[in-house]
């Protein structure tokens, strides 16, 4: 017992004296005007004894008698340090650091002020794609930045884009940016063959914090080999030091067609038709041709007129073009402390195309970490998972018979959708029969058709950051691009493209693995003030590997089993394996002086595995520099410029978007004779197959007057690319009809303009933001001093890519009806050959850009963007089918009735209707310029009317704040376009068109 109180009264002692040995001290952070500063971080000084301030700036922190210094920090503030001495409080005022005042900007592998960049990069913040309803965020960027056209394929949710940045540099080779998310490299290859899967769908766009975009080869020349086409540099959200807060974000609302196309009705076509065949067949008797008319329409020749008369007519594109719908939902939580920070977001978002059963779910989490482990380390940990799942529409994008898009506005009105016990009308096996070419009941087709794909996605990255020096970092990162999509084509045995064989069904694996890693040397040094020394060093290997299976099988016992072991027949199994891998050295070397001389020089070498053994390596360098021209003395007092900087910039960069083996010599292995196998040479080889090279000068300006209320930034290129990667033609006698080699020259040429003014900045807020872009391309120099490429004569010295080459359309006769074009001469023919095409434009657009306006007064908010395009042509496929004017049995458009040639001297824009589509020694219908049209339109991109709730209701409400808006997308258009929507690539056969959403939504912030 006295040993007990004895151990006692000493630990008592020794409690006493280690309260002695520290005390408390608590106190006040404020900013110069004496508001309390939050989520400051207190600590002390060589330990990690530490805490943050309240969120009324007060702290309290029990420190030993041994610290000597307080040491206040925040993100964008100056740090303070403070003696502690026999202090117990401490109340220090914290100023905004000037270098948060700053504008930064992401460039390859680091940050650099705004002011320092030397380069063509235009930056998108997250403000201005907040709660947009589009599922990926490269949709976001469409005429939102100088110089980037961005088109969407189509109107499917989560569907394919065709982004491009300053013009196409390549015939051959792949045309796609290289997309940077938070340092990693995305593969962007895509493995669904049912709709057009797109693999930046799995980043919710709320979740971004900056998009920025090297346009110049000089600014993506770090990337070396994969930056020909540009480069886009996503950063997501991050946590910052706090307590926790939440948003939660949710809205919903509505699709539907922008418009859709007059056809004709029962009796207007059986008028036409009886036209099209009589001036096809003069001989014929009226009977004969009424009694083939009746036939094509499925009704007996007995008909009488009156029947005909009263004969129903079917709206199949009514019926198909429905309304769309949309949800999204959104939770995000982030925080932290003086160690570590956090970003949480998990989301889930709908949507359902206009035309069924098409649609796009998304579930998406993801998750960043940034912990500080002493002075020395900091280890950034980011994780998104996402798995989302499309159902695509049947045979999308062609011109198959059971394409809604395709063929509803076709079908020959007088056939049923439905029976009158609700079922479907003209199944086969019904003992209906649909009357025309088209004779899949296209609703049917979509209700009992299955082609869906289902991706899940994983990109994370682990990055360890050393600080060596208070100058010097090292930093490694490992990164993961990982997507596995799984399709299923099932053809239900019910509608015609399934009944003959029991239904159909393929399914399909595709997975993608792309593993990433980077590891750098970045030293900054201001020395004597005046010298900024920036100096970045790395190295890099990324490996890319695809690999997929495919199965088919058809005879299923009953519609219900929709798997591959219920198939009685295999039709085929097939897969592939393929790699590819990089590695590679880049360094930089920034100088500034005085803040208004900037130099700055980037050398990469990249060795890949795609080419030939004589050329793995390549080097791209650029060099940039910028005068800060407001700095000098003389413009130092004009208060009036408040900014003006000039830029130069030279840089090389590479194109790598080509087969993995092109270089090699291949062989093949296949039955060649009967059932016996052989080995063959398949492709011929060439060790000295390299890189497309990019090289381009760019001179800018940028211009702020007025305090920057108003920013001009101007930019003029011209870029080369060359060694071109083209399949050079072979004489056949060698055994190969061409071999891959580097031939040939493309030159783009342009001019962007941003200007931005803010004509009000009082309690009434007005910013107006308008770019456009001035573009020209043409071919410079093949190969063998052709002036066309064998194979494709629209790819011409002189011209642009994307040219057409056709007979120009002359119009309509007056006295006879028939169609006419024009001879290479300028004379009339109806026989058009191919000596008389010629260049008549191509499908890039000349001037194209956006006008974004911001209007706010107290709570309320107004957006308002228009985005626009001119100058490019297109061959509009579906209309070109569309006004087939009865000469086959499908239905036509109303115009093209309204306006046809009836009688000798009509003028009229549309020949008179002939049967088999081809007048008397005459070429079709489609030839030449006919069907090609100006695709130049105007549209209100994004409505968004907003009001945020005053702070006081905010502070009854216990939240921090709460937002409601209601959002409208492509509202109104104005296009001279003849049919659905003028924003497609391809060949516009059978795609869903774009859609008019509206929707409404809350933020509320915790």
């Known amino acids: 017992m006295r040993k007990f109180v004895c151990m006692l009264l000493a630990l008592l002692l020794l409690q006493a004296q280690l309260w002695a040995q520290s005390k408390t001290i608590s106190g006040k952070v404020t900013d110069d005007s004496g508001a309390p500063i939050a989520n400051v971080s207190v600590q002390v000084k060589g330990s990690n004894v530490g805490t943050v301030t309240k969120e009324d700036g007060t702290y309290s922190l029990s420190v030993s008698n041994t610290a000597k210094t307080l040491i206040f920090s925040g993100v964008g503030l100056e740090t303070v340090e403070v003696p502690i001495g026999s202090k117990s409080i401490i109340n220090p005022t914290l100023r905004q650091s000037e270098k948060s005042l700053e504008e930064v900007v992401v460039v390859g592998y680091q940050t650099v002020r705004k002011r320092d960049v030397a380069s063509a990069v235009s930056k998108i913040g997250a403000a201005e794609i907040d709660n947009l309803p589009m599922p990926n965020f490269a949709q ?25 940045i300053r013009g196409v540099g390549s015939i051959s080779a792949g045309t796609t940016p290289l997309y940077v998310v938070d340092g990693i490299q995305l593969n962007t290859g895509t493995g669904s063959i049912n709709t057009q899967n797109n693999p930046l769908n799995f980043l919710n766009p709320d979740d971004i914090e900056s ?34 807060k939440f948003t939660f974000n949710v809205y919903q609302g509505q699709s539907s067609p922008l418009q859709m196309v007059e056809s004709l009705n029962s009796q207007q076509w059986f008028q036409l038709r009886t036209e099209a065949l009589t001036y096809a067949n003069p001989a014929s008797t009226a009977a004969s041709i009424r009694n083939t008319v009746l036939s094509n329409m499925g009704l007996p020749t007995t008909t009488s007129q009156g029947k005909v008369d009263s004969l129903p007519t079917y709206d199949w594109q009514k019926e198909t073009f429905g309304k769309g719908s949309i949800f999204n939902a959104e939770l995000s939580m982030q925080g932290g402390s003086q160690n570590i920070n956090y970003y949480v977001s998990g989301s889930y978002s709908k949507q359902k195309a206009f035309i069924a059963p098409t649609d796009f779910q998304r579930g998406a989490l993801l998750t960043k970490v940034s912990f500080k482990i002493n002075e020395k380390f900091t280890l950034d940990n980011s994780i998104s998972l996402s798995t989302f799942w499309q159902n695509a529409p049947y045979s999308i994008g062609n011109t198959g018979f059971g394409n809604p898009a395709y063929a509803s506005a076709m079908i020959l009105p007088n056939n049923p959708i439905y029976n009158p016990d609700g079922t479907y009308y003209g199944l086969p096996g019904s003992g209906q029969n649909m009357a025309g070419t088209f004779n899949h009941n296209v609703v049917a087709v979509g209700d009992y058709v299955k082609y869906n794909t289902r991706t899940n996605q994983l990109i994370g990255s682990l990055a360890l950051t050393y600080k060596v020096l208070p100058d010097l970092t090292l930093k490694t990162l490992v990164g993961l691009d990982y997507r596995s999509t799984q399709d299923q084509r099932y053809q239900d045995p019910r509608v015609n493209d399934g009944f003959g064989v029991s239904g159909r069904l393929s399914n399909q ?83 500034s002086y005085l803040g208004k001389y900037i130099f700055n020089y980037t050398v990469r070498r990249d060795g890949s595995s795609r080419f ?62 009967g059932n016996s196998s052989g080995i063959f040479p398949s492709q011929l080889g060439n060790p000295d197959l390299s890189w497309e090279t990019r090289e381009e000068h760019n001179i800018g300006l940028d211009l702020g007057l007025f305090k920057n209320r108003v920013l001009l930034t101007a930019d003029a290129y011209k870029r080369t690319n060359k060694d071109l990667l083209l399949a050079r033609s072979l004489y056949n006698t060698t055994g190969f009809s061409s071999i891959t080699q580097n031939l040939g020259q493309v030159e783009n040429e342009g001019l962007e303009l941003l200007l931005s003014v803010k004509p009000f900045d009082g309690k009434f807020k007005w910013t107006s933001s308008f770019n456009i872009a001035f573009q020209r391309n043409k071919v410079k120099e093949l190969y063998d001093g052709l002036q066309a490429l064998p194979g494709d004569a629209s790819i011409r010295v002189g011209s642009p890519l994307g040219s057409f080459f056709v007979a120009e359309w002359a119009g309509v006769n007056p006295a006879t009806g028939r169609g006419m074009w024009y001879d290479i ?30 209007l706010s007064y107290k709570g309320f908010s107004l957006d308002v963007f228009f985005q626009y395009e001119y100058g490019r042509i297109r061959q509009d496929g579906q209309y070109t089918q569309m006004m087939r004017m009865a000469g086959a049995t499908v239905n036509t458009l109303l115009y093209g009735y309204n306006t046809r040639w009836q009688k000798p001297g009509d003028v009229v824009p549309t020949p008179r209707p002939f049967n088999g589509l081809a007048d008397f020694n005459s070429v079709g219908w489609g030839t030449g310029t006919r069907y090609l049209f100006k695709t130049d339109y105007i549209r209100l991109k994004q409505l968004t009317l907003g009001y945020d709730i005053t702070s006081e209701l905010a502070k009854r409400m216990k939240i921090d704040g709460a937002r409601v808006y209601v959002q409208g997308i492509n509202l109104w258009t104005y296009t001279k376009w003849p049919s659905y929507d003028p924003e497609f690539t391809g060949d516009n056969f059978g795609i869903i068109p774009q859609s008019k959403n509206i929707t409404v939504g809350l933020q509320v912030r915790l």
């Open 140 to 164: 976001a960027m469409q005429g939102r930045a100088a110089g980037v056209i961005v088109a969407a394929a189509n109107g499917v949710p989560g569907g394919s884009l065709s982004v491009i």
């Open 211 to 244: 998009i920025e975009i090297l346009k110049d080869a000089a600014a993506a020349s770090i990337y070396g080999a994969r930056a020909a086409n540009g480069v886009v540099i996503v950063t997501t959200k991050k946590g910052k030091s706090g307590k926790p």
């Open 509 to 591: 694996v595709d997975w993608n693995t792309n593993f990433i890693s980077t590891t750098t040397a970045n030293y900054r040094k201001t020395i004597a003030a005046d010298h900024d020394i920036n100096l970045l060093g790395g190295v890099e290997f990324r490996r890319d590997q695809n690999q997929w299976f495919q199965a088919d099988g058809q005879g299923f016992p009953t519609y219900l089993l929709q798997y591959m072991s219920a198939a009685s027949t295999p039709v085929a199994v097939s897969g592939q394996w393929t790699a590819s891998a990089t590695f590679s050295q880049f360094a930089k070397v920034g100088y």
């Open 612 to 673: 030939g053994l004589n050329n793995k390596y390549g080097i791209f360098q650029s060099a940039q520099v910028a005068w800060n021209a407001k700095d000098e003395v003389f413009l130092k007092n004009v208060d009036e410029i408040s900014e003006l900087k000039i830029r130069y910039s030279f840089g090389q960069a590479g194109n790598d978007q080509i087969g993995n083996v092109l270089y090699a010599q291949l062989y093949g292995a296949t039955r060649l004779y």
């Open 825 to 854: 001469n300028g004379n009339i023919t109806y026989n058009p050959t191919a000596a008389d095409r010629k260049i008549v434009g191509n499908i890039y657009p000349s001037k194209f850009g956006g006008w974004n306006n911001t």
